[in-house]
């Protein structure tokens, strides 16, 4: 459910995304 909700931001890549998506 997270990685759901950081692919569309992933786009965006911002750098509190990028922590999650690590």
């Given amino acids: 459910m ?3 909700l950081i692919r569309p931001i ?3 890549n911002p ?3 990028t922590r ?3």
């Fill in 10 to 12: 992933g786009n965006i």
């Fill in 15 to 17: 750098p509190e995304m």
């Fill in 2 to 4: 997270l990685k759901h």
């Fill in 20 to 22: 999650y998506a690590s």
